[in-house]
């Protein structure tokens, strides 16, 4: 067993994609992972994709939420070249968002109460949850990965041409 205090844990990813990318021959390496965060000011947590129900003094509140992490390897050594959550409001960081008072550390949104599925595998089969998920993820993604790729939004470049 490993110790786990001496770990290398940069070592340890280079060696994963490695594995992963074998025999393929990319510039860069993108993996997506679920994220996590904290409800509010409370001990309890949130990861990855789900739904959130929060009973309140007058009723329930129910949100929906796509928590994702980024990390973009090197193509040569995979080493880390960046990393980060995946954001939708790209004004403000993570703890710029807890300072604010945001519920949950990234992308969520609230839905009405009623749509809190009885039983969990309704959730599964429920299309407005999935595609909802589906949506925020999608956001996040094509609004993070091309600041982490330094990819100017192909908006911004058809805006420049046309001056």
Avoid: W
Avoid at 17 to 37: D, P, W
Avoid at 89 to 103: C, E, I, T, W, Y
């Amino acid at each position: 067993m490993k110790d786990r205090l001496f770990r290398n844990l940069n070592a340890e990813l280079a060696g994963y994609m490695r594995e992963v990318a074998k025999g393929t021959n990319c510039r860069h390496y993108i993996q997506i992972l679920n994220a996590i965060s904290p409800i509010g000011s409370s001990s309890y947590t949130v990861r990855g994709f789900g739904i959130l129900n929060q009973d309140v003094v007058l009723g329930r509140r129910v949100f929906l939420y796509a928590l994702a992490f980024i990390r973009i390897f090197d193509g040569r050594d995979f080493s880390v070249v960046r990393q980060s959550s995946a954001l939708i409001n790209m004004d403000h960081s993570l703890a710029v968002q807890r300072f604010l008072g945001k519920l949950i550390g990234g992308p969520y949104r609230e839905l009405p109460a009623e749509s809190f599925p009885t039983r969990p595998e309704e959730a599964a089969d429920n299309p407005a949850l999935r595609d909802g998920v589906r949506a925020m993820l999608t956001e996040s993604l094509d609004k993070t990965l091309p600041l982490l790729l330094g990819v100017r939004s192909t908006t911004r470049q058809s805006d420049a041409r046309e001056r």
